[in-house]
């Protein structure tokens, strides 16, 4: 029953603008009273690309910053600096004090709880008919609400519910069919592109594949863009045409999915993949390879790069190397750049000291 | 330090359940969490629990404790451990039972440490609760449980606060530890965990079980996780168990539909992209049948063709 | 042997009965009932006092000072008033500027509270500043004073004891609402593009239900307490007829001294019986909506079934 599939032959997307474009985007969140210096850098000069029906995944753990970067570019907070270009427009620039309409309907958002990302005071409708109204989708004069009706139950085909469902309250469906709403709420602006974070994160492991699913045909039949944003490297690989990896708020490798995934450059993504419970690989947790991994994305003293004549090593700059073959477009941020201070929060700090026992 | 330490390899089993049946009593209706369950444990052996949200995994798992409170009943079915009747334990015999013969760490245990009272502090409180020790010999152990889980006993001094999360789990590992149990419950040990961290969680359990030898029950949704530390394993779907194995054998022959859903639904991480289908919305099993033996050691429920094709037929979709 | 699929029901009916639940559950709830009961006699009073007591109720009909007989059921007042008319006929006034006083502060308090929670930042400090201001001021010397200057009357009554009052319910609802503005589904309605007054009304403020029920029964009460507070000082609408001024009237004329405690007891006992009323209410709302709270009955059959 298994068979090989290709993903259908990608348009060489380096060549159309991008539909979304992250430019050297920060944000420093203040933390303690009122004129106290004291800041975390939550994002570091991120800059990441998806092209036109492109899904591309950001993984990184908790604290490294993924959700804020998806809240910054859903205009849900200020950034600190950098450029969000949609359709090569930076948007940041075009509507300076707050978002736009017309930013809202090229981009949407599905969050990741899905018991909380709906209203739990209306009923599935509203929602669709809410996102549809706003944008002027539903049609005006006569005809408009036969015409409304028709879209409401196209969308929740499209999603696979049941079109009886709209008279539903939230709590009356699983989670996965709350997901389901949520991403037909999305697709009513007729966006182009959706940022999902963590969608499939807190639902069971059984309806996972189904909105992974979901996600893949929307993008193939209707040509949207996504970013994914996950903690799980085997979902993205299997989602995703493009990962990145992000560490402390930056981000440290980025490429093809299978080719990063099978050929990871940065320790922090051989230790994020030697980390997978695999049942095939059982009893393969090695201490002291997990400590000599953590040791490098810390405080790295050589780069695999440093002896390529064409590739130059810098400690002060994020330099990127380049890894394998061009047309995966894999680079690797240069080792001997060391993370900001401060960085590495939960993962790497404080672990277990391999000196007792 | 237990009531009733069952030698390594015996074969009396250390935890028997059999038809255990727990009912939520509601205002207007009651509903079936667990419904006529048995598995036993032997010593020594880590048994998984494997089933989503619903399945009544968690339910048991209070109910060996007998941590239930209203509206949950156990309706029938009963629960031995090393011989003697769980359910018919009186007050005083509980309060020896739990934590000294099985501990158990709860879901997100890591968040549930006492925040204005520090690591040493809570960990010493065992030892004077239940062994009778002074609090300098309390603290002494304490120290010596946080070296067990290679935690720095500096850290005794410590509050939960001051810890990242992959050390208070390890914390609560150890807490749970303290007392040498027979039995060690996890339920859903690592799922707020990041995915290092969760590995060596994992490696520390395992490290801590060959050790001091405790028999573990542990409980998830993660499949691969719980293939990879369990020697049998069971399935659960409904408050009914659908399957039950080695785990090795469930993973490369799951027989029952839903088991295979399961299993489906992890993509791999190395070889050519597969479409997968997991369990298709709408698919549902009714009036789960008892297991049946279809070879040795592997139980499970029989299920009719139509339901097997319906998740086949999820597949094309 | 049976086995029961603990999936969420997507049958459209299942909870509908949210709504219809919340009606039963009060319905059903000894409190609520008792306290709805209560308030249901004193506003039928109220509105049938000019049938029951026709005329002024300030007249004199009798000797002054009689105890209660067969004539006036709770005797007269040192002036000769009949003390029952002018107890029935004070509902009207106490209640009216109760519930007026009530839905004023707790509007108010909603304007206020969603703003602070919506718009954070500069407005949520700016009104902040401001609550706490009004919740500092000493509430009663305030009344006074602002009573003392403006010109006496039932509107001067009520726009002071709201001035006063609605610090306490803008708190209040402004920390609900802003435990309701970080979930995710306010953030999904930014995203959607909703305007910001859409948000905070149809969004915010139908999961603060039960809150701002709550918030508007204790404003009532402040309402009608305050409202006797400040006559029985003599600066409410003294020509009126309410319990407060009752009391007023019967501090003045010496009630206390005289030992007449017919002319005092009914209008107190009055008011601490609506406040107990709407009290009740308060306490059935919480119940209803959080289940937490409802004492578990367990129903009088358990089934136990043999083993199999």
């Known amino acids: 029953m298994s068979h090989a599939v290709h993903s259908p032959a990608r348009p060489d997307v380096s060549t159309q603008t991008p539909a979304l474009e992250v430019r050297g985007l920060g944000k420093t969140f203040h933390i303690g009273a009122l004129f106290s210096s004291q800041a975390v850098r939550a994002l570091h000069r991120v800059d990441l690309t998806i092209g036109r029906g492109e899904i591309v995944a950001l993984v990184g753990e908790s604290g490294s910053g993924k959700s804020t970067l998806a809240r910054c570019v859903a205009r849900l907070e200020k950034p600190s600096e950098g450029a969000i270009l949609l359709d ?73 519910l049941q079109a009886d469902m709209l008279n539903s309250y939230p709590h009356e469906l699983s989670g996965g069919q ?12 007729e966006p182009q592109v959706i940022l999902a974070d963590e969608p499939t994160s807190m639902l069971d492991v059984s309806v996972r594949i189904g909105v992974l699913n979901l996600m893949r045909k929307l993008r193939d039949e209707q040509g949207i863009s996504m970013l994914y944003i996950t903690h799980d490297l085997a979902s993205a690989r299997y989602l995703a045409d493009r990962t990145a990896v992000m560490f402390a708020g930056e981000i440290v490798e980025e490429g093809e999915s299978l080719d990063l995934l099978a050929h990871p450059a940065h320790p922090y993504t051989q230790l994020l993949v030697s980390a997978v419970p695999d049942p095939t690989r059982a009893g393969s947790y090695d201490p002291v390879h997990r400590a000599t991994l953590r040791q490098a994305v810390m405080a790295s003293t050589t780069c695999a790069f440093e002896n390529d004549p064409d590739q130059r090593c810098s400690a002060e700059e994020p330099v990127r190397h380049q890894v394998g073959d061009p047309l995966n477009r894999h680079w690797v941020r240069c080792h001997l750049y060391r993370p900001g201070a401060g960085a590495g929060g939960h993962a790497l700090a404080t672990e277990p000291s391999t000196t007792v026992q | ?83 003697k009747d769980v359910l018919a334990m009186s007050q005083d015999e509980l309060r020896r039972f739990r934590w000294q013969d099985v501990a158990m760490v709860f879901q997100s245990a890591m968040n549930s440490l006492n925040p204005v009272l520090t690591i040493g502090e809570q960990m010493a409180d065992i030892f004077t609760t239940h062994a009778g020790y002074s609090r300098k010999e309390s603290l002494r152990r304490a120290a010596q449980l946080l070296e067990l889980v290679r935690i720095d006993p500096a850290r005794l001094k410590s509050y939960p606060h001051q810890l990242s999360g992959g050390m208070r789990q390890r914390a609560v590992i150890a807490m749970a530890v303290a007392l040498k149990p ?73 027989g029952h539909p839903y088991t295979q859903a399961l299993m489906g639904a992890f993509p791999p991480l190395t070889g050519p992209r597969i479409p997968l289908t997991g369990l298709p919305e709408g698919v549902k099993f009714h009036n789960i049948p008892d297991l049946a033996e279809v070879a040795p050691g592997h139980f499970v429920a029989p299920f009719d063709a139509d339901a097997e094709a319906a998740v086949l037929e999820g597949a094309a979709q | 042997m049976t086995s029961v699929i603990l999936q969420q029901p997507t049958e459209a009916k299942a909870a509908r009965k949210a709504n219809r639940g919340f009606i039963h559950g009060l319905i059903t709830n000894k409190k609520a009932m008792t306290g709805m009961a209560i308030m249901l006699v004193f506003i039928g009073l109220a509105l049938a006092a000019p049938l029951l007591f026709p005329g002024d109720p300030s007249r004199i009909t009798g000797m002054a000072s009689l105890e209660p007989d067969g004539e006036h059921w709770l005797g007269t007042t040192a002036k000769g008033q009949d003390v029952l008319a002018l107890t029935i006929h004070g509902a009207r006034s106490s209640l009216l500027v109760g519930l007026t006083v009530g839905v004023a502060s707790t509007f108010i308090g909603i304007l206020v509270g969603l703003a602070s929670a919506y718009f954070g930042k500069f407005i949520d400090e700016g009104l902040s500043l401001l609550t706490n201001v009004f919740l500092l001021l000493p509430g009663l010397p305030l009344l006074v004073i602002l009573a003392a200057f403006l010109p006496p009357g039932l509107g001067t009554v009520i726009l002071v004891l709201t001035v006063t009052g609605w610090a306490g319910s803008a708190r209040v609802l402004r920390s609900q609402a802003l435990s309701i503005r970080s979930k995710d589904f306010v953030a999904a309605a930014v995203v959607s593009g909703e305007r910001a007054g859409r948000i905070m009304f149809r969004e915010i403020l ?18 009608i307490g305050a409202q006797a507070g400040l006559e029985f000082l003599g600066l409410g609408d003294v020509s009126t ?64 079934s043999a083993a199999q």
């Not at chain 1, 709350?178 to 602006?189: E, G």
């Not at chain 2, 049946?21 to 048995?38: E, H, L, M």
């Not at chain 2, 659960?236 to 399957?243: A, K, P, T, W």
């Not at chain 3, 001024?245 to 009914?266: D, Q, Y």
Request: with cysteine; glycine share 8%; aromatic share 8%.
């Open chain 1, 178 to 189: 709350r997901q389901r709403v949520a991403i037909a709420r999305a697709l009513a602006v």
């Open chain 1, 88 to 160: 090569g427009v930076d948007v940041l620039k075009r509507d300076r004090f707050q978002a736009s309409r017309k930013f809202r309907s090229q981009l949407q958002m599905v969050f990741q709880d899905p018991f909380g990302s709906l209203n739990p005071a209306h009923r599935i409708e509203h929602f669709l008919r809410r996102s549809l109204a706003i944008h002027g989708k539903g049609g005006t004069g006569q005809g408009s609400e036969e015409q409304t009706r028709q879209r409401l139950e196209e969308l929740m085909t499209t999603v696979g």
């Open chain 3, 206 to 223: 139908p999961n603060m239900a039960s809150i701002v029920m709550g918030t508007l029964l204790a404003c009532v009460i402040y309402g």
């Open chain 2, 182 to 254: 027979s039995l060690l419950i996890l339920d859903e040990p690592t799922t707020a965990l990041d995915v290092v961290v969760q590995q060596e969680i994992m490696a520390q359990i395992k490290d801590l079980q060959r050790e001091l030898g405790f028999s573990v029950l542990f409980i998830t949704h993660d499949m691969s996780l719980m293939v990879e530390l369990s020697h049998r394993m069971a399935v659960m779907y409904g408050g009914r168990i659908v399957e039950t194995a080695k785990a090795h054998d469930i993973y490369t022959a799951p």
């Open chain 3, 241 to 304: 007829v309410s319990w407060g001024n009752n009391l007023f009237w019967a501090g003045n004329e010496g009630a206390l001294l005289t030992g007449s405690w017919w002319v005092f007891i009914p209008s107190g006992f009055c008011i601490a019986l609506v406040a107990f009323a709407l009290a009740l209410i308060n306490y059935a709302v919480d119940e209803v909506t959080n289940p937490r709270l409802r004492k578990i009955r367990k129903p009088a059959t358990t089934e136990r």
């Open chain 2, 1 to 83: 330090m237990t009531v009733s330490q069952t030698s390594f390899g015996s074969h009396e089993p250390v935890l028997d359940v059999k038809n255990l049946t727990v009912k939520y009593i509601g205002d207007t209706r009651s509903t079936t969490a667990v419904d006529n369950v048995s598995f036993s444990i032997g010593a020594g052996e880590v048994f998984g629990l494997a089933g989503e949200s619903g399945c009544g995994k968690s339910t048991i798992a209070n109910s060996i404790m007998r941590l239930l409170k209203d509206p949950a009943d156990i309706a029938a079915g009963s629960i031995s451990f090393g011989g």
